[in-house]
């Protein structure tokens, strides 16, 4: 089965700075990469996903990058603030009529300082 | 309203009972699911279902079992518990294919 591994487990960043958290995937028939942030006490949430037919997405300072070759995907968020620390985990799937069994990674404890 | 709600917030209980976890979804999604995060935070498949298919993940004692009565909700029920089953267990929902999956608040099971 899919295997999803995270770095850094936890980042510790200057608000403002940027922070980049990368994972690695095993099973080269994955295509469908999200991103999810979870709070404190609180649900894992969406913020940014890619597909395999596409090598980078923006969404204003979140973007996502993959490199399918290399099998690896990069979460990258600028201008850091303090409502961004939480864990993020990234996440790969083969998507098919059952839906998406999403494998996740470890994740990581963003921890953005004022 | 809430698009994924599942129910109760928190259970407490003993060893060796049995006990349910309801999820209800108003997205009209055709597929929902399972998962358990443990202590260390790790999320992990539990199940996967939909009108057509369920799909298990091998690592899943067979105490536990999803129940659908329709596609709107899919209840987990686990038998016999154990101390090691004590997580918080989230249900989530997805259209079919590479669709975002929407997670419910989390149910924290502790078991004593």
């Known amino acids: 089965g899919e295997n999803v591994e995270q770095h850094p487990s936890t980042l510790s960043v200057q608000e403002g700075d940027s922070a980049v958290i990368k994972c690695t995937y095993s099973?080269?028939?994955?295509?469908?990469f999200p991103w999810y942030k979870q709070e404190l006490g609180k649900r894992p949430q969406l913020i940014i996903d890619i597909r395999s037919n596409v090598g980078e997405k923006k969404d204003q300072r979140i973007a996502v990058t993959l490199n399918k070759t290399a099998k690896h995907f990069s979460l990258h968020i600028t201008e850091t603030q303090p409502e961004d620390s939480a864990v993020y985990f990234c996440?790969?799937?083969?998507?098919?009529?059952?839906?998406?069994?999403?494998?996740f990674g470890g994740g990581t404890r963003l921890m953005v300082k004022p | 309203d809430t698009a994924v709600s599942q129910t109760p917030k928190y259970l407490v209980t003993q060893m060796g009972n049995d006990k349910s976890i309801k999820c209800e979804q108003n997205?009209?999604?055709?597929?929902m699911y399972w998962y358990k995060q443990d202590s260390k935070k790790f999320l992990k498949i539990m199940f996967s279902y939909n009108n057509k298919e369920l799909i298990i993940n091998e690592t899943v004692p067979n105490r536990f079992s999803p129940k659908s009565p329709d596609k709107a909700h899919l209840n987990l029920h686990i038998n016999s518990l154990e101390l090691g089953d004590s997580a918080v267990y989230f249900c989530a929902s997805s259209r079919q294919g590479n669709s975002p999956l929407h997670f419910g608040n989390g149910t924290r099971l502790t078991v004593t």
């Open positions: 099973d080269s028939a994955s295509n469908y």
């Open positions: 996440a790969a799937s083969i998507g098919g009529n059952a839906g998406n069994m999403l494998t």
């Open positions: 997205l009209g999604h055709d597929t």
